[in-house]
């Protein structure tokens, strides 16, 4: 998952004040509307809208952004000729398929006319200089390694032939790829994470789509060992003071646990956050994760993921300090981890609301019945009785629904992004934005 450049996030320019002092909330609770649909969007009032991803169940959903009056919507899902692509669709601010974008509002981005390429969409952003770049990566093909995948599109959705090998790069760095998130900067360069041959992957790249050098020079990347496996999910940009923070999980001592880590623009790990510029946080016996970021305005830093045994995991949220130390005002020791249902619930984004509330995304449930979850967090930790029931609202996506990411759109409303597997308008797999006040 990734943290864009929307309104909601701009929070992120901020400049942090002081390291150990905690951070300070004004946000509202949750108000009458909060968790209902916008029935402007969409059709016929539901609030949502569907976009066609793959034939049946080939396809995924995975990252949203929003500027102006667009969405864009990207994920990935099987090609005419076989193969996964890169799909890539923009929707007006009403919800419906942008017909100047590509093809009735969608793209498709292949590296091989060939059954055996597999490229999958992580996270996709605006350039402000014009134009979208996908974020991904390329499964083996032949005797390649895994290797991150870009891709940058005019306004009309055709490729920038300006941007790499006509409009597409792949950034082969010696081993073997998965992405999981990224961004694009303000300057246009562009941020993958993943992992890279077991190892926690910090890579980045120039505006035109070069491996960019500079970083962690002259490699262009970053990996960074925590035990056995270690896997990046989602980064963010202080924007002000380029510094990168990038969160996942590790499998330490028999367990998963936690991970935080904080770049300098140079690539560096920033010795003045948490242990060398690295914070690995768990219970004994209690696997974590991170999935989700988000900079305060104070300098401090929210992580977002899941945290419990297998059968009985719940949401949770940790706030940290500037200098990496816990929030003692947020939570148990800057630690938010009440019972989100009685059932196994995985965490799959963030938002940082205006004010500091916190709404986590996720799908869960209980008896095995999977549902798509929003979560969402007082200023102090607490799970905002206001919200849902005890804080905690399901959101119907279709029989087969799952809930991906959550974006910031205004003071008031955020669009949220999934997935269905479903048999109307036909069969396939639809990715699914919605609209809700908040």
Known sequence: MVVLLVPGHLLAEEPARRAGVALRCAGPDAGAMAGQLDPSFGGAGTGMARVRFGADDDGGFFDLDAAGDEIIAGGWGQGGLGGVRFRVARLTGAGSADPDFGGGGMVTTSWAASTGDYVYLAAVGRRRAGGIVAIGWRDRFGAASADVALARYAEDGSLDPSF???????????????????????????????QRDGRLLIARATADGA????????????????????????????????RLVVVGSAERDGQRDMVVVRLL?????????????????????????????????????????????????????????????PDPAFGEAGVAAWPTTGG???????????????????????????MPLLARYACDGALDAGFGAGGVLPVDFGEFGVLHTVRVISGDQVLLGGADVGMSPGPGTYGVVARMWM
């Open 164 to 194: 790499g090998d006509g409009g597409k790069r792949l950034l082969d760095l010696g081993g073997d790829e998965v992405v999981r998130g990224g961004l694009v900067a303000h300057d246009g360069r562009i941020v993958a994470v993943g």
């Open 211 to 242: 491996l960019d050098t500079s970083f962690a020079s002259p490699r262009g990347y970053r990996t960074v060992a925590l035990g056995p496996a270690s896997v990046a999910e989602a980064v963010a940009i202080d924007h002000r003071r380029g």
């Open 265 to 325: 623009p140079s690539g560096a790990l920033d010795g003045s956050f948490g242990d060398r510029g690295v914070i690995v946080a768990g219970d004994p016996g209690i696997d974590e994760r991170a999935v989700a970021v988000a900079l305060s305005p104070d300098g401090g830093v929210v992580v977002a993921g899941d945290a419990g045994p297998e059968g009985a995991r719940d949401f949770q949220v940790r706030r940290f300090l500037a200098d990496g130390s």
């Open 344 to 370: 196994d619930d995985q965490a799959e984004d963030m938002a940082l609301l205006p004010g500091g509330a916190v709404l986590v995304a996720g799908n869960g449930g209980e008896d095995g019945a999977a």
